[in-house]
């Protein structure tokens, strides 16, 4: 199989990128595929604390782009799963990103690590970041939160990277509500579909142990058997081009009011 290169995006900041971006980085790892998970948020990195991998950073992606080292120096090896690799980001990077020599570097990893797949984590607005990773990329998976102004922004970032050419887009609705508590005050799935105009490719609940999870540099392979872990799995399965239905291995859920 040939490296697919995929984007974890969204214009809206908090929305989930980053989690979604390193557990499905993880998921494909531990799924046997040579993976190298990129942090693409040159001023805001945040995938070192989530990997918990903070203190042991020593090159970064912006010291290979201007050539200040190797490659091979600044990819981390995971200790959870030896086929995921992580490239860190710089921190508060102040020059530009030229998109042709960040593509460049992302070919030279495939070769280098015989690559599966490339999961680029983007900052929360349009940009150099952005537009570096869009042009590198065969496909996008656009985060959302269960909130019409995020879904507001799927909708805008969708538009923009099919302006620029990245034909396959897919939509996953982050922190969505399991409970259903609030369904009429909620968009519903359908009508989130509806207004991104994008396929879904998973739906991810909120779990208030993922933050805590994420201080500690933990990801949801420390809680296998939770809803939020099986989500992870469905969503690589399908990307996989397995068909997998909404909601498959949840437990304790309502499926037919929450897809009302
Ligand atoms: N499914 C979830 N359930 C509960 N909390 C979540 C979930 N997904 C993410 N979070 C929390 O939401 C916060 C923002 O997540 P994250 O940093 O991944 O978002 P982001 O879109 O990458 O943000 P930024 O735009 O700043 O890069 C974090 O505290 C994270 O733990
Ligand atoms: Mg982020």
């Not at 995006?9 to 595929?33: D, Y």
Request: charged fraction near 25%.
């Amino acid at each position: 199989m040939s490296c697919k290169v995929l984007m974890v995006t969204s214009f809206k900041g908090g929305v989930g990128k980053s989690t979604v971006a390193a557990n499905i980085a993880l998921r494909f790892a531990c799924g046997g595929k040579k993976t190298l998970l990129v942090d693409c948020d040159f001023r805001m990195r945040s995938l070192d604390i989530f990997l918990g991998v903070e203190n042991a950073i020593v090159y970064d992606a912006g010291d290979v782009l201007s050539g200040n080292a190797e490659l091979s120096k600044a990819v981390l090896i995971d200790k959870r799963n030896n086929n995921l690799y992580f490239l860190p980001a710089p921190y508060n990077w102040q020059e530009g990103i030229d998109s042709k020599k960040f593509a460049d570097m992302l070919k030279k990893a495939q070769e280098l690590f015989m690559l599966d797949y490339i999961v680029l984590d983007t900052p929360g607005s349009s940009g150099m970041e952005f537009s570096a990773a869009a042009e590198a990329s065969d496909m996008a998976y656009i985060v959302a939160n269960h909130s019409f102004p995020s879904i507001r922004a799927a909708e805008v970032t969708g538009r923009e990277l099919e302006k620029m050419g990245v034909k396959d887009r897919k939509l996953i609705i982050n922190m969505f509500d399991m409970s259903g508590r609030d369904s009429g005050k909620k968009p519903s799935v359908v009508e989130i579909i509806d207004r991104t105009y994008m396929m879904l490719v998973g739906i991810i609940p909120f779990d208030s142990k993922m933050p805590i999870l994420q201080d500690e540099g933990k990801l949801v392979d420390s809680v296998k058997e939770c809803n939020v872990a099986k989500a992870f799995t469905n969503i690589c399965n399908r990307t996989e081009g397995k068909n997998v239905p909404l909601f498959t291995g949840f437990k304790k859920i309502n499926k037919n009011k929450l897809l009302s």
